[in-house]
Structure formats: C-alpha cells, structure tokens
C-alpha cells in the first residue's frame, strides 16, 4: 500500500503536522464533497431531499457502519452522541434486582456518568494496576450476580491500551450481566466484529478514528436484545409508524431504530458517508497494521529521547494513541503548535495520536521538537 497516496485527501496534512486523530479524524476531500452535495441537493429539492435522497444517505452510512461492524443493519441506530446512546439503553434496563453498573476507572467520564446520576445504581470502578491496562481479573472480581451490566473502553482514551473483550463479555454473561463497549476510539483504527466479542451493547461515532466530524453515534443493539430494551426515554423516530403522527398512541420499532430519538444530523451523516468511504476502502486491519508501524516508532524514539510512555507492556494491546509523560504538557503542546505540530494533552502527559495518514518523518520530528530540537523533516 503506497501509504503517501492518501495525505492528498487530507488539506490539513498540507498545514501542519497532524497528530492528533483521537481528538478529531482530519476531513477529507471525500468528506467535504459530500458535505458539499448535501447542500446541493437542499437548493435544489426543498424538503422533497428527504423523501428522495436523505432517508438513502441515512441507509447508506447505516449499512456501511453495519458492515464495519460485522452487524446487520437493523441491529444498528444512529444516535446523536455516545451519551445519548449510553442514556438510552441506561434508561431502559431494571435495576431493581440488579443495581450494581460495573466499569473501568480508566473509561472516558460520559460512561460513569450515565449512571452516577441515577439513585437506584451503584456504581463500582475497577482500579487499573498499572495506570495503563485493567486485568480482565480486576473486573471478574467486581461482577456478580448482583450486577446489571459491564461496561467499559474498547480502548482506553488515556492510554490507547486495547482491552480483550471478549473475555470481558464470558465474565458478565456469567453472572447474567449484559456486556456494553464504549468502542468510540477504537473503531476505525482496531478491527472489531460484534458477534465475535459477544457484546451485548456496541458504541462508537464518526468523530475520530472514522473521520466523520462530530454530531452522530452509533448504536448496536444484538438482535434478540432489542426487542426486550424498552427505553423511558423516545421520540418520533423510536415510533413504529413515525409518520402517522398519533400522538394518542405509541408503540417502540421492532429494529435498533427504537433506540433513535429525532432528525439526524444530516450534514454529519455526509461527512460521515465520506469518511467511512476512505475506511472501508482501505479496511480496518489495513489501517491497524500502519497505525501500528508510526505507533512503535514513535514509542521507540521518544523512549530513546528520554520519556517515559503509558501504555500497554504489549504491542499487540496498543492502539495508535500514545501518551509521552511531561512536567508541563500545556506548555510542550503549545510549543508543538507554534512548529506547526497539532496534538493534545492531559494532566501530566502530551498525547500524540497518529492515523495511516501521517509519515514515519512526522513521527520523528514531533519526537525531535519535543526534545529541543527543530529539525525540520516534514
Ligand atoms: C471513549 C470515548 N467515548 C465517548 C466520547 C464522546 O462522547 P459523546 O459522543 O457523548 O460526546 C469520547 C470523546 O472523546 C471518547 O473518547
């Protein structure tokens, strides 16, 4: 694969060095044109677009996600974040029997938070042993029988570490839990099917790794699931006939769709449609094996410049997100940006996130920036 060929798509690589891919996938020429279509087609047709292209656009990304995933397109629903998914299928589980939401303390916020405000759920966080990974043991000892659902990273936002999730999913299915991934940083960039790892609850979004920009998630539902989730929370798009418009009754779609709210966000489900062009395109384990090759390198070079990383011991348990420990990150991250290096950081560590765009030469000159140097290599 001539890797180079694909930084045309992407004006950004143009202006900067850019790497950071887990905050925001670069956008695409792909992704802008079809941005740009949309409007087109909202001059030209009016409201008839809906009937006529829109709904398709909708269906296209939906089958396309679906395919990514290794799901059927009716087990898939377009949300409008991961948190309203998350609040979602919060909303519709008993915990009256089961109280106990077991997740990771190394999980991104909006997963707890579901959660956290509800009064009858206990919400138990397993401790990472190495800041880095959490030991599928940490999370057997936390779920029990009294346990409503597991639910954790895919990867961990912090550290890029990939977790085995189909171990985590024998563990809650054990004791009659359901099993919920958070995959929104690892789709795209970690190959993933959903029947394979047995989960029970599937999130990801558009936004990172898949290039789509932000306004939409998506939600897989596994089939015999989805009719037993009766949410407390609907809208429009969950009725059975949306446009009968009865006000005076309401029944759930039998599909994922009862688990959508309202309109969509139309101009991301075109971005969106560009981004996951590219994706499918090239495949996921394609762009795992590249994001693979920048990954070790830059974790071997600034390693021999004299940081410590957060990662996982393994190479196959990271992801293509890389945390550099720093005294004064704010600091380092704006020096990057002022050399025209586009990454981000977190309490006491710069973050740097390369995506089968960026060059083995950019890898090295963030890793030389940040040393003190400045040699130019881009
Ligand atoms: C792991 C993870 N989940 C979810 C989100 C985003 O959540 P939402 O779509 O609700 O904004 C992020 C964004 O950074 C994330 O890293």
Same mark, same amino acid.
């Given at each position: ?22 905050? $925001? ?5 792909? %992704? ?7 409007? =087109? ?13 829109? $709904? ?9 996600? %679906? ?36 997740? %990771? =303390? ?18 138990? @966080? ?80 558009? +936004?990172?790794? $898949?290039?789509?920009?932000?306004? +939409? %998630? ?10 037993? $989730? ?30 959508? +709210? ?34 070790? @390198?830059?974790? =071997? ?78």
């Amino acid at each position: 694969m001539d890797w180079t060929r694909w930084r045309a798509e992407f004006p950004i690589l143009e202006r900067s060095t850019y790497l950071n891919s887990c905050s $925001l996938g670069a956008l695409s020429h792909r %992704a802008m044109a079809r941005i740009a279509t949309f409007h =087109e087609q909202w001059h030209s047709y009016g409201a008839s677009a809906w009937y006529e292209l829109w $709904l398709g656009a909708i269906e296209e990304l939906r089958g396309r996600v %679906a395919r990514m995933l290794g799901a059927d397109a009716s087990d898939v629903a377009l949300t409008a974040s991961t948190s309203v998914a998350l609040a979602t299928i919060a909303s519709a589980i008993d915990y009256s029997r089961r109280p106990k939401v077991v997740i %990771a =303390e190394l999980d991104f916020p909006t997963l707890g938070y579901q959660w956290m405000v509800r009064d009858d759920v206990e919400v138990v @966080r397993v401790r990472s042993d190495d800041g880095a990974t959490i030991d599928p043991a940490r999370f057997a000892e936390a779920v029990d029988d009294r346990t409503a659902i597991l639910a954790t990273s895919h990867v961990f936002f912090t550290t890029g570490a990939i977790q085995p999730l189909r171990a985590l999913a024998d563990i809650a299915h054990a004791h009659g839990a359901l099993f919920l991934v958070d995959a929104y940083q690892s789709v795209g960039q970690v190959p993933v099917d959903v029947r394979d790892v047995d989960a029970d609850v599937f999130i990801t979004g558009p +936004l990172k790794w $898949l290039m789509g920009g932000p306004g +939409l %998630a998506y939600l897989y539902v596994r089939h015999e699931l989805i009719r037993q $989730l009766r949410p407390r929370i609907a809208g429009w798009f969950s009725a059975k006939d949306l446009f009968a418009c009865d006000i005076t009754r309401f029944d759930f779609k039998d599909d994922a769709r009862r688990f959508e +709210l309202g309109t969509p966000a139309l101009p991301t489900v075109h971005a969106a449609l560009g981004g996951q062009e590219i994706v499918d395109e090239i495949g996921v384990p394609a762009i795992r094996e590249r994001n693979a090759q920048l990954t070790e @390198r830059l974790i =071997e070079r600034v390693g021999d410049a004299g940081f410590r990383v957060r990662c996982a011991q393994s190479a196959a348990d990271r992801s293509a997100i890389v945390m550099i420990a720093h005294d004064n990150p704010g600091g380092a991250v704006a020096r990057l940006a002022s050399d025209g290096i586009i990454v981000d950081w977190r309490p006491g560590y710069v973050r740097v996130s390369p995506h089968f765009y960026n060059t083995e030469a950019e890898i090295d000159r963030v890793v030389d920036v940040l040393a003190g140097g400045t040699r130019d290599a881009r």
